[in-house]
């Protein structure tokens, strides 16, 4: 893989997101990396966010990632926008941590795949609550056979999507409850397994203009079986268990925890994780992988493995009503 970042990373983010502003620009500062360009559709709206984010430059999207300044582009789009843009940014010869999930479907990982053997360039999907020190800590559990095989997961993340205009609404722009939040417990299976799920069965509630706001799902990986259900039409939960014939581990917010303690119990010891910046640790090591200081963590072959169980997921699901579309 060719490199050629510097000690401190610059960084051009893609989209004056809500999730860029909240959690990933004062990430990027907070492991030492430099912000140096915002691009926004309207430069005029941009420029207000750059300023109150301190960012010196804004530009549009293209400017933004074939800027010379820019070593790493980080895409905070709506969903449907990442794979066009990840695949400019590689072109133009940058490093890609791009918001999950990564793209709309595996076949859009493989194009990725494509663009990346040719760049040589690093790209990952920003699931930002892989690096919590809870969740290391289940999957050193699992790993070392604290609980035994496991045989049952369940896990849980919905909130009340209060916003009507919220891009996750719109079908045209990846939105709905899968792509949004069911992704992080079927990340967490699927990782803690080695395994890609069959999908028992998998029911969903959409909207009228066909997108899903509230689902569950029963799947199977490998020998274990596993429960997710998700949603932004239900009151905020979240929540992971994994059951073995020897045991039981359970992480109470598992996956939206950056202020807040993190609480891991193995049967009924409890370990508390202070509050933890993950957004922090996930750009750390994004930032050591491009410099080709430590393997990068999850490559796209991983992206495309998360891809094809969204895949599963959805095709499982009832369609959405006739019209709704
Ligand atoms: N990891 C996490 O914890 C986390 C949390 C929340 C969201 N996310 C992910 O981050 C991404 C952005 O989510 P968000 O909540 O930050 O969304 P948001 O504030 O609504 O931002 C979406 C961005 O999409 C861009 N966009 C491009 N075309 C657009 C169009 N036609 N209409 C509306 N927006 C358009 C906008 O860019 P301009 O600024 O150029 O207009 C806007 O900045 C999503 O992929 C989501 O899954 C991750």
Redesign the pocket.
């Known amino acids: 893989m060719n490199t050629t970042v510097g000690a401190t990373v610059k960084w051009g983010v ?11 620009i004062p990430a990027i500062r907070a492991a030492g990396g430099h912000v140096a360009a915002l ?4 430069l005029q ?2 420029q207000a ?1 750059a300023q109150r984010n301190g960012i010196p430059h804004t530009m549009g ?1 293209l400017d933004l990632v074939q800027n010379a300044d820019v070593d790493a582009v980080y ?5 449907a ?2 794979l066009p843009w990840a695949l400019a940014a590689l072109a133009a010869g940058k490093h890609v941590l ?4 990564l793209t709309l479907n595996a076949r859009q990982v493989a194009q990725l795949q494509a663009a990346q053997r040719i760049h040589g360039r690093f790209a990952m999907e ?4 892989r690096f919590h020190p809870a969740i290391e800590q289940l999957h050193a559990l699992v790993r070392d056979g604290a609980i035994g095989q496991p045989r049952v997961m369940r896990g849980a993340f919905a909130f009340v999507l209060d916003r009507p205009e ?3 609404w ?1 079908p ?3 939105g709905g409850a899968l ?2 939040v069911g992704c992080y417990p079927l990340d967490l299976m699927r990782q803690l397994t080695g395994e890609q799920p069959d999908v028992l069965a998998a029911q969903a509630s959409y909207t009228d203009r066909g997108v899903d706001h509230a689902l569950s799902a029963l799947l199977r990986f490998g020998d274990a079986t596993a429960h997710m259900d998700c949603g932004f039409s239900l009151p905020f939960h979240q929540g992971f268990e994994v059951l073995g014939a020897h045991g039981a581990l359970r992480v109470d917010q598992p ?2 925890n950056k202020d807040r303690d993190v609480v891991l119990w193995h049967d009924a010891h409890a370990h508390r994780f202070p509050p933890t910046d993950a ?1 922090v640790r996930m750009v750390s090591h994004f930032q050591r992988a491009i410099r080709v200081e430590e393997p990068l963590r999850y490559p796209l072959d991983d992206a495309l493995a998360q891809a094809e169980t969204l895949d599963r997921v959805f095709l499982a699901m009832e369609p959405a009503p006739t019209g709704a579309m």
């Open positions: 893609l989209g004056a997101a809500r999730i860029a502003e909240q959690a990933l691009g926004c559709r309207d709206r941009g966010y999207y895409i905070a789009l709506h969903n926008a990442h791009c918001e999950k999930p920003a699931f930002m609550y919220d891009v996750r719109d045209a722009m990846g792509y949004d996956f939206l957004y």
